[in-house]
């Protein structure tokens, strides 16, 4: 008897369980409501006149309304955000027209890009493609002194310096102007800034090898094997930096000179 009534209740839980696998998936189906796909238009129309506004007069005030919204929109992105395609593609439809008109090649934004890529990993397919820090080639290094070259940021770091080609297939959906060819352009480090990058980097794998067990015991290779190839190609463009500073200094001393000798 006893056994029934623990039949019974099982029987019970999975004829309720089936009507909420029903309801939920005629959720899943349902058109979006009307209040929502309003807003949507409204943001869509918003989007475009402040990106024609811009295009006809690029003043200070407009071009912070877009920078604003850009990380509004970007707010909006979240792991339901990302599983569910539509959502998906729409809001990264308005965060690519926003940032190429507003957040790509501005040297204010290289930064808060930056922190946002790495207090939010999940951002980083969205956003690093507006993370241009060639517009600002003061803060290149300084932008990294923090984080040292999170492994999201390498292969854009390393195109900056030349160090690698550009992308094949990049998106070009916005006029050539509206970036300024900054995509085409790179930036050469000084002396200071290699020797200073060496040492940096040099400290954060030292930090990284010795924050973990696992890793003062086994070392670094398994957590970067992703990127080996671009920290190779890195390490050999400071080196190579370092070593040209050091032969242009040896072409100017004389024949035979103690320096030239040592």
């Known amino acids: ?36 796909a309003q807003a949507a238009v409204h943001t869509e129309n918003f989007i475009t006149a402040l990106v024609n506004l811009y295009k006809g007069q690029q003043s200070p005030a407009v071009q912070q309304v877009g920078v604003c919204a850009f990380y509004e929109v970007v707010s909006f992105v979240c792991a339901d955000t990302l599983r569910h395609p539509p959502t998906r593609q729409y809001l990264s439809s308005c965060a690519e027209i ?67 080609p550009p992308p094949r297939s990049a998106k070009t959906t916005v006029e050539p102007a509206a970036s300024s060819g900054v995509a085409a352009t ?4 000084s002396p200071q800034q290699a020797a200073e990058t060496v040492e940096w ?36 463009h400071l080196a190579g930096c370092l070593v040209n500073v050091q032969v242009c200094a040896c072409a100017r001393e004389p024949v035979g000179s103690a320096k030239v000798l040592q």
């Open 1 to 36: 008897c006893e056994c029934v009534q623990k039949q019974e209740a099982v029987q019970t839980q999975i004829v309720s369980l089936h009507a909420d696998v029903k309801k939920l998936q005629a959720d899943a189906v349902a058109p979006p409501p009307q209040s929502l």
């Open 201 to 236: 980097l040099s400290d954060y794998f030292l930090r990284s090898r010795l924050s973990k067990t696992d890793l003062r015991t086994f070392g670094l290779y398994s957590a970067w094997t992703p990127y080996i190839s671009d920290v190779v190609t890195f390490w050999g």
């Open 98 to 164: 926003l940032g190429q008109v507003f957040i790509q090649g501005t040297a204010a934004e290289c930064g808060r890009v930056l922190a946002a890529i790495l207090e939010n990993r999940h951002l980083c397919p969205l956003i690093s493609p507006f993370f241009t820090p060639n517009a600002a080639p003061n803060e290149l290094v300084f932008l990294y002194q923090d984080v040292l070259l999170s492994p999201e940021c390498w292969r854009v770091s390393l195109r900056v310096l030349g160090c690698l």
């Open 186 to 189: 790179t930036v050469s480090l």
